[in-house]
């Protein structure tokens, strides 16, 4: 089977997508979900909520029904919250067969099925695809070893608390995005000693920028963080390794390739994710760096060469790579719990009316963090902006609120302990920031921030 | 991080003297000074008071009416001149909200704040925020202004019974709580 290297043409694919397999358009009587994540989630409860009243099946490969991952990395890490927190609210009777536990192996586009474990295969008239990501891994890294551990789902969640309330004292994590963060802020507010790996020189500078990340990276230091940053894991050793054992005493130390050595009780890597679309190779589907999607959430397929849309299948949530034609017509995954709700939810509107009558799924995009009582919150897309302002606020305090801007069009905005200031700018996101009407400030530079 | 609401409670802190009389005062609100809300960047619009909020720190707007365009930030408090440069204070004075007329005042008391009408004492209490859980993130603002509104005082002001039409966005806005804060009756799971 050829697939098609090149990045397929979005526009072209639109413009093919009235003649995509569009003949003959049934209402879908079946729809399955692959993944039961929140997206999944969303969409069936959307899909009742339309009045679909055909028959609705979860392929998930965890053996829970959907529950909420965000407390994992906060509340239930810092030991403030309940396992209760993970539960989502319904408010539809969804009426659906759960197949739990089980991992979908692959996808026959053509004729319109799924395929399971011993050769099982599961019809559709509707497909969500809405697997999600998987935890990202450096080569090398003992995964098997019980002193270093990812933070991706409850099992995760569940053994890694285990393991700390075995008397770990020092935590290495390894990554400096958000979860990163959270992890670090959520054990030290138990006592516990964190030192924070990463290759950036601010934390969480890939989706804030360099400068509210300084701001941030001075918070945690503050609080008594251990910092090595600019640095990536080489080579690592575990005390229950047969070959690569640390000094006695030592849990798992961590070779950086800067010389330095970090030694800890346990590890926890939170270097991002990556899309779960293992299964969907062969498909036709283009899943590099995820399901490719046109601007309605309709996957695209692209074997035999010319990128067509797919009528019965969506994909949603972190797994899905799509055009936001608010920003641009890049397509790009975003990995936000809230973006991933109301994915889910256009996924099935989309699925239910067909690629002609979708709406382009243009949310702006939506995060939170807590790190040590500073609550940060962000619109858009800040990791696309080149400018960097400060609107509002006192960054020292740590209560601003900051404008991203792109070649002058604003796309973003961050705010910390601000909440409600963030929204008056929400509605700017499209809009050029040096238009008459604003009075524009002088950029954030890199010497005006170390001054603050 | 207060919530304010009982089973009779108001949406939003009330206003006097310009609109018509809403909702009552929150009873632990301590009546204060009325807050004048202009700034020197627009023409006085006239006396326009908040009554039975408690006074704030600054002089600065008030963000009251989240059902009509956004009101716009008039003028940002002016914080301590900065002894790093100018850049800590750097205000984007007329940022915010696309399409406000200058003159028009910063909040207007509305009819249509409630679009299902006063609500009455009877109805029961459908929807209710778990104060210890909120973080003020203003996301429920976003999906439903007409019944969440994170207010200056730094308090979130709900509609407990918020009216039937209204109900597919407050279930949207418990859907995306952050803090998954808000709870429906009827609340099902699964």
Redesign the interface.
């Known amino acids: 089977m050829s697939r098609n290297r090149q990045s397929p043409d979005i526009a072209r694919a639109l413009a093919r997508a009235g003649r995509a397999r569009m003949e003959h358009r049934p209402r879908p009587r079946t729809v399955v979900i692959a993944g039961a994540g929140i997206a999944g989630l ?1 969409a069936a409860e959307r899909l009742r909520e339309r009045g679909f009243d055909g028959a609705i099946t979860f392929i998930g490969e965890e053996p829970h ?1 959907p529950y ?1 991952r ?1 407390p994992l990395s906060k509340q239930l890490l810092a030991r403030t919250g309940r396992l209760a ?1 993970l ?8 009426d659906a067969t759960w197949r739990l536990g089980t991992r979908a192996l692959g996808l026959d586009v053509e004729r319109n099925r799924l395929l399971l474990a011993r050769g099982e295969e599961v019809e559709y008239d509707g497909l969500v695809i809405a697997t999600g990501v998987e935890a990202r891994h450096l080569p090398g890294t003992p995964l098997w070893s019980d002193h270093v551990w990812s933070l991706r789902d409850m099992a995760d969640g569940r053994g890694l608390g285990r393991r700390l309330a075995d008397g770990a004292r020092h935590i290495a994590v390894v990554g400096t995005g958000f979860i990163g963060c959270e992890i670090a802020s959520s054990l030290r507010g138990r006592g516990l000693d964190v030192t924070l790996i990463g290759r950036g020189n601010a934390l969480m500078s890939a989706a804030v920028g360099s400068q509210v990340g300084g701001l941030m990276t001075r918070l945690h230091r503050r609080n008594r963080v251990g910092m090595m940053l600019g640095a990536n894991p080489v080579r690592w050793a575990t005390a229950d390794s047969r070959t690569d054992r640390p000094k006695a005493g030592v849990g798992v130390s961590i070779w950086l390739d800067d010389g330095s050595r970090v030694d800890a009780d346990v590890a926890v890597v939170a270097i991002g994710a990556l899309p779960a679309v293992r299964w969907l190779q062969g498909s036709g589907l283009d899943i590099s760096d995820g399901v490719l999607t046109g601007p309605t959430t309709h996957a695209i397929h692209v074997d035999g060469g010319s990128p067509a849309l797919v009528p019965s299948v969506v994909a949603a949530g972190d797994v899905a790579r799509w055009p936001n034609l608010l920003f641009d017509r890049t397509p790009r995954r975003v990995e936000h ?2 973006t991933a ?2 994915h889910g939810q256009a996924a099935a509107d989309a699925l239910l009316v067909g690629p002609d009558a979708a709406l382009a799924f243009t949310p702006i995009p ?1 995060f ?1 963090s ?1 790190q040590f009582g500073v ?1 940060l ?1 962000g619109v858009g897309r800040p990791g696309l902006a080149d400018t960097c ?4 606020g ?3 305090e740590l209560e601003f609120v900051a ?1 991203y801007t792109r070649q002058g069009v604003v796309v973003g905005a961050v705010s910390a302990n601000a ?2 200031r ?7 996101i499209g ?1 050029p ?1 040096d238009s008459p ?6 950029a ?1 530079g890199p010497a ?1 921030l170390a ?2 | 991080m207060t919530v304010v609401t009982t089973g009779s409670m108001p949406v939003v802190p009330p206003f006097d003297q310009t609109g018509p009389r809403l909702a009552p005062v929150p009873r632990q609100a301590p009546p204060s000074d009325p807050v004048s809300v202009h700034g020197p960047g627009i023409p006085d619009p006239g006396p326009v008071t908040v009554h039975g909020l408690p006074a704030v720190p600054d002089t600065g707007p008030q963000i009251i009416e989240p059902g009509a365009r956004l009101p716009v930030p008039v003028t940002r408090p002016q914080l301590p001149a900065p002894e790093t440069g100018p850049l800590e204070v750097a205000p984007l004075t007329y940022l915010g909200g696309a399409g406000r007329r200058a003159d028009s005042p910063a909040f207007r008391p509305s009819n249509r704040r409630r679009s299902g009408g006063m609500r009455r004492r009877s109805d029961p209490a459908v929807v209710s925020v778990d104060n210890n859980r909120c973080h003020l993130y203003a996301i429920c603002q976003q999906e439903a202004p007409a019944s969440f509104l994170v207010a200056r005082d730094g308090r979130l002001y709900y509609d407990a019974a918020p009216p039937e039409h209204q109900m597919a966005s407050v279930r949207q806005a418990a859907r995306l709580c952050p803090m998954q804060a808000i709870k429906l009756g009827g609340d099902s799971t699964r």
């Open positions: 969303r029904k909420n965000t927190d539960k989502l609210p319904v408010y539809r009777d969804l719990w809230i709700s109301e939506r939170w807590e609550r919150q302002r400060l609107a509002e006192s960054p020292k404008v909440g409600v963030l929204l008056e700018y929400t509605d700017l809009w920031l009407r604003f009075a524009s400030p002088p954030l005006r001054a603050v």
